[in-house]
């Protein structure tokens, strides 16, 4: 960033740290900067200008002045609250948790921006209770890593170019699929019916729009619960501090 430059952004607030009485150093995602340090100066004061649009996951649009180190929050206006995580804890702890992956990713250029894009849908969907809160976080995971460019193969079977029927591995550190056969040769149990199998690609394959329009059994839930999410890990290489309450709230 040019230190002196002031700029105009969207940004989803994905943490806040609070300084001293009053201050918070946010950290945002933006279509266009994607991760960002925003201090926010006084924004914890009722008056302040800041106070509405700067509190966690508040969607804003910023005025920043780009500071030496950070940006510097001018103004703030609030374009979308998402009042619903406030009403249950396990809608919270669903959303801390695809903010932490979100942060982890911290994709840049036009990843960022359909990443920002996901994680709106996904907030507002946790928010208006309209999705069981286990397919947003599967779908979350699935998608997340993929627009950052970790696409599995989920075409067909590695070993024989089977496409369907009966069940199918997913081997999360090749990205790749094998069916209960080719599995069973490496001594692989299935990991995915076909129920999940196909909510699967339909997760990585499918447009923006409709990621989230499927419903599946909920043992076929739990299976694609456990692949996207190992899977996820993988790609990130890295223990995300929320996991485990999630686990603890969603189970
Ligand atoms: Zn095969």
Redesign the pocket.
């Known amino acids: 960033m040019a230190a002196g430059m002031q700029l105009v952004t969207p940004g989803l607030v994905l943490r806040e740290v609070k300084i001293g009485e009053a201050d918070r150093i946010l950290t945002v995602l933006t279509p266009e900067l994607g991760v960002i340090s925003v201090s926010a100066k006084g924004s914890l004061r009722l008056k302040s200008k800041l106070f509405s649009a700067c509190g966690l996951f508040c969607y804003s649009e910023f005025t920043l002045f780009a500071g030496k180190n950070m940006y510097l929050a001018n103004d703030a206006q609030v374009k979308k609250v998402f009042f619903g995580l406030h009403e249950s804890v396990e809608a919270m702890a669903l959303a801390m948790y695809l903010a932490e992956l979100a942060l982890t990713l911290s994709p840049v250029g036009g990843e960022a921006e359909a990443l920002l894009r996901l994680t709106l849908n996904s907030l507002y969907l946790i928010s208006e209770g309209k999705k069981p809160l286990p397919q947003i976080k599967a779908v979350f995971e699935l998608r997340a890593v993929c627009e950052a460019g970790f696409m599995p193969d989920l075409l067909c079977?590695r070993?024989?170019?089977?496409y369907d029927g009966g069940d199918f591995y997913f081997d999360g550190s090749a990205g790749l699929l094998?069916?209960a056969?080719?599995a069973a040769r490496q001594n692989k149990t299935p990991n995915l019916d076909p129920a999940a199998l196909l909510a699967l690609r339909h997760i990585a394959l499918v447009e923006d729009k409709k990621i989230f329009s499927f419903s599946i059994p909920p043992k076929s839930m739990e299976a694609l619960g456990r692949v996207t999410e190992r899977y996820a890990l993988q790609v990130l290489d890295k223990p995300l501090k929320t996991l485990d309450f999630v686990h603890t709230m969603l189970s």
């Open positions: 079977c070993g024989c170019q089977k094998l069916c056969d080719c």
